[in-house]
Structures are given as structure tokens and as C-alpha cells.
């Protein structure tokens, strides 16, 4: 039991190393970062619903994980094949294409939360 719960600790520090990586050195997921702060920050402005953050705070970590997940596809896809190869960019593609697709979602979800506040 000891070793599970040192072993669970572990894998937490290594995620959190992760996100401190994608922080400090990927550029979309500093964008995406900066963007949540702002939103926070128009969440406590119009005092916005407990129902209104909890739609917030799932879309910010939709499109965070969505961009990880991207970063981490391209990392290894550059790995295992460093020149250009159609069969990478179509991955590559995708992964992209589902960040696409969680920003769209958390953009609608900013509109159905903030559009009453701003437009009464």
C-alpha cells in the first residue's frame, strides 16, 4: 500500500512538471493561459453564476488538455519522423483539428455565458 500511494505521488509530480513545461515553454498553451486569466477575470467582473463557472472552468481545461495532448502528438510524431512525411502532417492535422474543434466549443460556451452581461 506504501509503495502505491508514493507511486500515485510520483506520477502527480511528473504531471506537474508537465504543465509547468507546457506552461514555460509552448506558445499556444501560453496564449490559451492568458485567455483563461482573462476570462476568470470577466467571471468575477459579472459576478457570473456557480453554473456559469463550472461551464468556464470545464471549457478552459477542455481546450488546456486539448493543447497538451496536441503538443504531445507533434513531439512524438517529430520523433519517430523528423523530415516531412504525409502520413505525420495528416496526425499532425488532426490533433490540430481536435484543438480546433474544443476551441470552437469553449468560444460558444463564452458566448452563452457572457453575451446576457454584456448585451442585457
Do not use: C
Not at 510524431?77 to 523528423?82: G, R
Amino acid at each position: 500500500m506504501t509503495k502505491f500511494i508514493t507511486g500515485r505521488i510520483r506520477a502527480g509530480g511528473y504531471a506537474f512538471r508537465g504543465a509547468f513545461y507546457l506552461l514555460r515553454n509552448e506558445a499556444s498553451i501560453q496564449v490559451q493561459f492568458v485567455i483563461a486569466i482573462l476570462v476568470t477575470i470577466a467571471g468575477f467582473y459579472f459576478e457570473i453564476t456557480t453554473e456559469q463557472w463550472i461551464y468556464q472552468i470545464f471549457a478552459i481545461g477542455l481546450i488546456m488538455t486539448a493543447e497538451g495532448l496536441n503538443t504531445a502528438v507533434e513531439k512524438m510524431a517529430d520523433f519517430v519522423h523528423p523530415d516531412f512525411h504525409s502520413k505525420i502532417g495528416y496526425i499532425k492535422d488532426v490533433a490540430a483539428g481536435a484543438v480546433f474543434i474544443a476551441a470552437i466549443t469553449a468560444v460558444v460556451i463564452g458566448v452563452i455565458i457572457y453575451y446576457p452581461y454584456i448585451f442585457p
